[in-house]
């Protein structure tokens, strides 16, 4: 479970990136000369809903490798400017902040 919490906060880092990029060109074109808003109608509420799922995977993710209040601030103001979470989840990925936590080692109990 523990890996699987990991590998979608990275996803959804790299994802919640992907969507700053488009709800930046959607803005582009609203603002700019066309004026056409369905980019920012697109991906204004994708955005939204990987902005919210990031925060929650950093939440799980933070307690799961007993990460300390500093880095997980850290990780959740970096959902605000764009393109920060690919920054994040590379820097906690080299140090080793992204790493299986090995769990209480059971033994199996004898048969018989």
Known sequence: MREKVTRWFAVVAVA??????????????????????VGVQVFGPVHGALFM??????????????????????????AVPPFATLAFERWARRRGRLAPVAGPVRTPAPVG
């Open 16 to 37: 919640e990136a992907c969507s700053w990029l488009g709800l930046l060109v959607g803005m582009a074109v609203k603002y700019g000369p066309p004026g056409n808003e």
């Open 53 to 78: 799922a990031y925060g929650l995977l950093t939440l799980l993710v933070a307690r799961q490798q007993r990460w300390g209040w500093g880095i997980t601030l850290v990780a959740l103001a970096c």
